[in-house]
């Protein structure tokens, strides 16, 4: 029985809506739904009233700087306060035996829990509840609870710098209020799961922007736009609902870590026995943390996520160099200047080509995101059907609309998306609803890029217009007013694993239903354009009248005559200038002789005529001057004859002058023989 990639999407889907109505087919689990989202909305409220208290020494852009850290502190000592005395008892045991540090590490993490694989622990005495008991001295007692966590817990404190945060609010009588209200928080994963502290996290990052007036979707992509990128990234995708299959995901600029989450959630809700390695890299120390933290609690890899600059930028670099991941999907920074990673980035394009990550070209400096997806396409594992050890990649990446359109044919956006296509790598675009993202209200699309596309899909893209899938928010948050449903999700996948060119669909257009188009198909041909130069021939006539005569002044050659560059030597100069007058008189007495000639509507008999006239008073007319005569003297005409150059070729006029893109015609075999770069024919 063969079955087929709308069928897979669907049975996915039906799963998933099985999934959601068990949890919502009794009273009783209704109510647990209920509650869940009742216990979120309290606790956000919650978190943001303790803020609030830190008013007066901190201004509310500054909150941050406190609460991300306090948040991720409490979570942990949630996590870990149940087995604090065992650890406490193993770690008296173990310092009395001696034990070296490595082996004291994975005994003390087995002491706190037993199934982990990754060490979480904290050998200090402290717990928030502990803490509150020497209030005089809560602030070293702090300190020391953070410098007791484990290595990898440890540096996640670091990065927030959380120490210079401690010292101030001791100083302003604000650290014991702090540490008191989150006390009375309960952060347990057992009752606030891990996708519910993602969406706490991504909820207080937004409010802190919020009041700094910065980006506030900076950090994080709209989780149902992350859900949509999971569901058509994994659509055809047999493998990966094997029990015990192993695939990597990787996100280049991870920020909290919500892509790599929800992408884990939906693959092990359908094969919860499917091995996944999460890996991502970020710059943003805030966020590396909050995402490390995430991991941590997760007992998954937190050396995974890598912190610095993805493009490199001189001091950091990509932390994946010559890795391979199964599925990398992304929402790069849209329209963000890549001057600090400009010398990096030029010099990898320019020394190492397609031998590293940017052979195809480089896009304009004020968006950098091609950069990203050229980067995430230098990491897809390599295909050979049937080869297990080269099983091949897809991408999912968000971009504004700027990678679509931006560049002249030959410029890098241009080279980039030829690239792209001529290796039959773009598989289809979805464009999205706009009023999406926290940040910006623009339309944004999502590419899905691959390098082994089923044979159907072979030679082809998929465009989707799903602009008009989505649902009015009932409160708005900053630019996002829309967001798209689970329902409208699951059409979006259907279409996709559908794959037919011409599919309508009922949707409302301006209070009303409409009938639109949302899918077409299109050979990889189609996208091609040759950019043709047109040009008409110039065509001028020239008259010696005193109206152009007088023009002739304007010209800088002619000008330029009655001048002098020997500052130095001022009786020179003054010799030089004054020969340069004569010359401009004897010009213009030359051109007065041809007044009487009348209009000439062809070049080659001006030019003769100017020559003979010239030589009767023995006066050379250089060939600038002779240039800057035609331009002053000359007028274009379209019944003059046409003027040529030296070898009799028609000369272009600039001011007529056109470009046409004409699609390539049928049969045009890809890729075009045609080489990238700049100084290559193109």
């Not at 050979?384 to 050890?389: F, I, L, P, V």
């Not at 598989?427 to 706009?434: G, M, N, Q, S």
């Not at 030359?590 to 030589?615: S, W």
């Amino acid at each position: 029985m063969t079955v087929t990639p709308e069928q897979l999407a669907r049975e996915r889907i039906d799963a998933q809506r099985q999934q959601q109505g068990a949890v919502s087919g009794s009273g009783q689990n209704e109510g647990r739904t209920s509650m869940n989202t009742q216990t979120h909305e309290e606790l956000k409220g919650t978190i943001w009233e303790i803020a609030n208290r830190l008013r007066g020494p901190y201004r509310p852009p500054q909150y941050r700087l406190v609460m991300l850290p306090m948040v991720v502190l409490r979570r942990l000592d949630c996590v870990l306060e149940p087995t604090k005395d065992a650890v406490l008892q193993q770690l008296e045991k173990l310092q009395a035996q001696e034990m070296p540090e490595a082996a004291m590490q994975r005994l003390l993490g087995k002491a706190a829990d037993p199934s982990r694989k990754h060490p979480l622990y904290n050998t200090s005495p402290y717990t928030f509840d502990r803490l509150l008991g020497d209030a005089e001295n809560i602030a070293p007692n702090l300190v020391a609870y953070i410098n007791g966590f484990s290595p990898t817990a440890r540096s996640i404190f670091e990065r927030f710098k959380f120490a210079d945060q401690i010292e101030k609010l001791d100083a302003s009588n604000r650290l014991f209020t702090i540490v008191k209200a989150m006390a009375d928080v309960d952060l347990h994963p057992d009752r606030i799961d891990n996708l519910q502290m993602g969406y706490l996290f991504e909820h207080l990052i937004m409010r802190f922007n919020e009041q700094a007036n910065e980006e506030a979707g900076d950090h994080f992509t709209p989780r149902e736009v992350i859900r949509l990128m999971a569901n058509l990234i994994y659509t055809g995708e047999k493998d990966v609902y094997k029990p015990g299959i192993y695939r990597t995901i990787y996100d280049p600029a991870c920020g909290t870590g919500g892509m790599l989450s929800e992408s884990e959630k939906l693959i092990l809700s359908q094969n919860e026995r499917a091995e996944l390695a999460l890996y991502g890299q970020e710059y943003n120390d805030e966020s590396w943390a909050i995402c490390c933290s995430d991991m941590l609690i997760k007992d998954e890899e937190t050396g995974n996520i890598v912190l610095g600059d993805t493009l490199g930028d001189g001091k950091t670099r990509d932390g994946f160099e010559g890795e391979r991941f199964h599925y990398l999907m992304a929402n790069p920074p849209f329209g963000v200047e890549w001057k600090d990673q400009k010398s990096t980035v030029e010099t990898e394009h320019k020394t190492m080509g397609f031998a590293a990550r940017f052979g195809a070209g480089v896009p304009a400096i004020n968006d950098g995101s091609l950069l990203f997806l050229q980067h995430m396409i230098a990491k897809m594992h390599p295909y050979t059907e049937g080869d297990e050890d080269q099983p091949g990649s897809r991408i999912a990446i968000v971009f504004n609309g700027s990678p679509l359109f931006s560049g002249d044919a030959g410029s890098g956006p241009s080279n980039i998306r030829r690239w792209i296509i001529e290796n039959d790598w773009l598989d289809t675009i979805v464009a999205l609803p706009d009023q999406l993202f926290y940040n910006t209200g623009i339309f944004t699309y999502v590419w899905l890029v691959t390098n082994r596309k089923p044979a159907e899909r072979r030679g082809k893209v998929q465009l989707i217009d799903g602009t008009r899938f989505f649902q009015k928010m009932k409160k708005s948050l900053n630019n996002k007013r829309n967001e798209i449903s689970d329902a409208q999700i699951a059409d979006l996948t259907r279409i996709y694993a559908k794959r037919q060119d011409g599919e309508t669909a009922e949707v409302p257009i301006n209070g009303q239903t409409e009938t639109r188009v949302i899918s077409r198909i299109f050979d990889n041909r189609e996208f091609g354009f040759l950019k043709v130069t047109v040009e008409r021939p110039l065509r001028m006539n020239f008259e010696a009248s005193p109206e152009r005569i007088t023009a002739l002044d304007e010209q800088t050659a002619f000008a330029n005559l009655a001048t002098s560059k020997k500052r130095k030597d001022a009786a020179a100069a003054e010799r030089e200038i004054a020969a340069g007058e004569e010359q401009q008189v004897a010009i213009r007495a030359v051109l007065k002789t041809l007044e009487g000639n009348g209009r000439y509507r062809d070049r080659v008999r001006f030019e003769a005529d100017l020559m003979a006239a010239a030589k009767r008073t023995s006066l050379k007319i250089p060939a600038p001057i002779k240039k800057a005569i035609f331009a002053a003297l000359g007028e274009r005409d379209p019944e003059a004859e046409i003027c040529r150059d030296s070898k009799g070729r028609p000369e272009p006029d600039s001011e007529l002058r056109d470009t046409e893109n004409i699609p390539l015609p049928e049969g045009t075999a890809l890729p075009l023989p045609m080489e990238f770069g700049p100084d290559k024919p193109n």
